[in-house]
């Protein structure tokens, strides 16, 4: 019964709230849909720590399609050995965890010591960036610790085949029993995380922004010393 909880009810539960939570923000609360830039109160570090971010989040996410979506019989066909792919799947995915991680380090950092944006900040903001710091600590640990002084861990036997079974609403839960505790952690966390989005700034990764270069700039003015000029 708890490896049905854990791997069955759980994440089904997780992906529910995340996409009634995805549809009640937008349909009532569309204008909070948005991460607003606190650029204006401090650039040194948001410049190091977002680019590390969010370009280790697009190859960490890139790399979790490639291990998690698609089958091993698939790379297997393409002549790709095991060994290759878990070297490149340990370099590759450990230098996009450590970006992660480092970027969340930074921003958590200037959150909670540069006062304008510190001030700014919600408990939401606080949370969400502790709750994917722990997600994407877990995941560099397991990548680059686990995998090479522990075992080199074949999750796309086990957990892949979980992960896509959940979306063919036959979950196997009878993949995850074997799997090694600190991988149970990190896929449970990350579905907390999931659950989580909604209620975040983080809601904006699920905008394309179509619009964006062709938007009118926004043009942000002093209230001191301003004169309303008479037309």
């Known amino acids: 019964m708890v490896h049905i909880f854990w791997w069955v009810i759980f994440p089904y539960i997780m992906l529910t709230i995340m996409i009634l939570g995805l549809l009640y923000r937008f349909a009532f609360r569309q204008l909070t849909w948005a991460a607003p830039s606190t650029e204006i109160f401090e650039k040194k570090w948001l410049k190091i720590g977002s680019p590390l971010f969010h370009w280790g989040i697009i190859f960490a996410f890139i790399g979790h399609v490639m291990g998690m979506v698609i089958p091993h019989d698939f790379y297997l066909a393409l002549g790709i050995s095991d060994h290759l792919y878990h070297f490149g799947a340990i370099w590759g995915g450990g230098l996009a965890g450590l970006m992660v991680v480092a970027g969340l380090i930074i921003l958590l950092i200037r959150k909670s010591t540069i006062d304008p944006v510190r001030i700014k900040a919600t408990f939401a903001d606080f949370a969400s960036v502790l709750m994917l710091l722990f997600?994407?600590?877990?995941?560099?640990?397991?990548?680059?610790?686990?995998?090479?002084?522990?075992?080199?861990?074949?999750?796309?036997?086990?957990?892949?085949?979980?992960?896509?079974?959940?979306?063919?609403?036959?979950?196997?839960?009878?993949?995850?029993?074997?799997?090694?505790?600190?991988?149970?952690?990190?896929?449970?966390?990350?579905?907390?995380?999931?659950?989580?989005?909604?209620?975040?700034k983080l809601v904006h990764i699920f905008s394309l922004p179509i619009r964006y270069p062709a938007r009118p700039p926004q043009q942000y003015r002093s209230r001191n010393n301003y004169r309303r000029q008479e037309l």
């Not at 522990?150 to 609403?169: D, H, K, M, N």
Request: avoid cysteine; proline fraction near 6%.
């Open 135 to 200: 997600v994407a600590g877990t995941g560099t640990y397991m990548t680059l610790i686990f995998n090479t002084t522990v075992v080199e861990y074949e999750y796309r036997e086990t957990i892949g085949p979980w992960f896509r079974s959940l979306f063919a609403l036959q979950p196997q839960y009878d993949l995850m029993v074997g799997v090694p505790l600190l991988f149970k952690v990190h896929v449970a966390s990350a579905f907390a995380f999931f659950a989580a989005i909604p209620f975040t």
